[in-house]
């Protein structure tokens, strides 16, 4: 496809993109919808009328919202409509947006002069663990080779309930977190800020879609249907507090401190040509979580790190989504089981993404293996765990035929310890 805006080859944000999220200006801080569009930003408040299909037209309110939630909540055929409708409005062949300069001038902004915000508003959050390569190597670290994995893994995708309230935009700082440390084994616990903290490569999608009604689970064969778009995600975890913490109950402090995302939602249909087979899973699940398509991605991620002072950041994790062991629609189609009622704008996590080899690995605590193997950055300091005032930077990036699909940054600093004293 071609649009009459100009962006070079490698850009992350071409016609076939069309990621959305929401933005204010210093003109003007009403947080509102954008899509961005090579280094521009259709404001969609000020095309709203122009969304003149059959199931947007008695609906273009949706656009002129401050959230993407009521448009989220429409059905999937909706999203379809207004993609299609965007990427027609900006195609070099229609002459409706690019030969109003009127209209342009008020409906594009500079990515540069928009201060990005929270895409939705988060009414719950779900952190799963769904790479097997992170699974086993913390199961090996912790127990043994032989007992990597829990007996419960390979039957459903293990997931904790995060918290909302703390899912920050990329760029918000985080601040490193006191807690209960477990100093010497077999001692009381000592009272604190984090020693070892840590960050957490993972990819994530907001639910969509019509919410299902409380006891009525999410069919895994159409759940896809309720999979709105994804974005890259920094889970900050505060590994010696959840040592001390997560029996009997899993995470809980160490991980609601702060969780990074990128400020664009990348939608399934960008993604498509993107699919890759599923992960081979053994045993085969029980039949609420079988679902013959793929619904995996070559997204290829990267984690840079860059220390205060320096301009260089080093690159210390090059992994693929394509290793998640447990896809999307499984992880939906089990969450909601129960009957657990879905709604939009319900943000679902990964877990930490880790590849085959050490280069792979998603986290700290697997790149230093416990903090026995330090690494080394590119302005020679070394690191076992993060260090107050590193910088963390997470993409995502899927290529084909000259075609880049990206996500914008992910990006936080983490921030020295308050001073309890």
């Known amino acids: 496809m071609k649009s009459f805006v100009e962006y070079t080859k490698n850009c ?206 999410i069919d895994v064969k159409t759940a896809h249907e309720r999979i709105f778009g994804f974005v890259v995600m920094n889970d900050w975890s505060a590994r010696d507090i959840q040592k001390y913490e997560y029996v009997p109950l899993g995470p809980f402090t160490a991980k609601n401190l702060g969780t990074s995302i990128s400020p664009w939602v990348v939608t399934t249909f960008a993604l498509e040509p993107f699919k890759v087979p599923n992960f081979e899973q053994s045993p085969q699940p029980f039949p609420y979580l079988r679902h013959e398509d793929a619904f995996n991605f070559d997204i290829k991620l990267e984690v840079q790190l860059m220390p205060k002072g320096t301009t260089t950041p080093t690159t210390i994790c090059q992994s693929n989504y394509k290793y998640l062991y447990w896809t999307a629609k499984q992880q939906l189609a089990h969450h909601s089981i129960t009957g657990c009622n879905m709604n939009a704008g319900d943000l679902l996590a990964s877990g930490t993404i880790s590849g085959e080899t050490p280069d792979s690995f998603g986290s700290m605590l697997e790149l230093s293996w416990k903090g026995t193997k330090p690494m080394t950055l590119s302005d020679g300091s070394q690191r076992k765990f993060l260090q107050d005032n590193d910088t963390v930077i997470m993409r995502g990036s899927c290529e084909r035929n000259g075609c880049v699909i990206g996500f914008g940054d992910c990006v936080g600093t983490l921030l020295p310890a308050l001073n309890m004293n």
């Open 12 to 217: 992350q944000f071409p016609i076939e993109n069309l990621p959305y999220g929401v933005f204010s200006t210093a003109s003007d801080d009403t947080h509102r919808i954008g899509v961005a569009i090579g280094d521009l930003i259709l404001d969609l408040k000020e095309i709203a009328h122009l969304f003149d299909g059959p199931l947007l037209k008695t609906n273009q309110h949706v656009f002129k919202e401050t959230t993407l939630n009521s448009f989220m909540s429409m059905p999937h055929n909706a999203w379809k409509e207004a993609r299609e409708t965007l990427q027609k409005l900006l195609s070099v062949d229609c002459p409706t947006l690019q030969n109003n300069a009127a209209l342009r001038s008020k409906a594009f902004v500079a990515q540069s002069h928009a201060t990005m915000h929270l895409p939705a508003r988060i009414g719950d959050y779900t952190d799963f663990y769904s790479s097997i390569h992170h699974a086993t190597n913390v199961g090996i670290m912790f127990r043994s080779k032989e007992n990597a994995l829990m007996p419960n893994w390979k039957f459903l995708p293990v997931g904790y309930h995060g918290r909302a309230s703390s899912v920050v935009i990329s760029g918000t700082p985080i601040r490193r977190p006191h807690g209960q440390i477990l100093a010497i084994e077999g001692a009381d616990p000592v009272f604190g800020p984090c020693k070892l903290m840590d960050f957490e490569l993972e990819v994530a999608f907001f639910v969509g879609g019509p919410a299902n009604k409380l006891g009525e689970p």
